[in-house]
């Protein structure tokens, strides 16, 4: 069983950056594919960003390109999410999300979950 914790969420002002974690723990977790999805409120969730398990492969949402930045430290079971030039539309409930071996955009293809962190981006 593999688990996630993330953290680094909170409020920060439009242009702003911040950077969320996502620690593993767990068998295998460094054979996972690992993502970051969001939800605002009133909204469905969303696919943000995507990383192979050994880190050379990722993926963005086109909203996201060239501001976010996913990346992994497999020794120390860790995905990061680097927000830059962030805006008031970034805000909501970020989650981690872990599957085995190849990563998809799809939600309901990732079978561990933690318990999200919230992005509040002031205008």
């Known amino acids: 069983q593999v688990d996630l914790v993330e953290s680094g969420g909170g409020l920060v002002q439009a242009g702003g950056s911040l950077r969320l974690s996502c620690a593993a723990s767990g068998r295998a977790s460094a054979s996972r594919a690992m993502a970051w999805f969001r939800q605002a409120p009133g909204k469905e969730r969303e696919f943000v960003a995507a990383?192979?398990?050994?880190?050379?492969?990722?993926d963005y949402a086109d909203s996201v390109k060239g501001r976010f930045t996913i990346s992994r430290d497999n020794p120390d079971n860790t995905v990061y999410l680097q927000m830059n030039s962030l805006k008031p539309e970034d805000t909501a409930f970020y989650h981690c999300?872990?599957?085995?071996?190849?990563?998809?955009?799809?939600?309901?293809?990732?079978?561990?979950w933690g318990q999200g962190t919230q992005v509040t981006v002031s205008s």
């Open positions: 990383v192979n398990w050994n880190g050379i492969s990722t």
């Open positions: 999300a872990a599957r085995e071996w190849m990563f998809t955009t799809r939600a309901s293809e990732y079978d561990v």
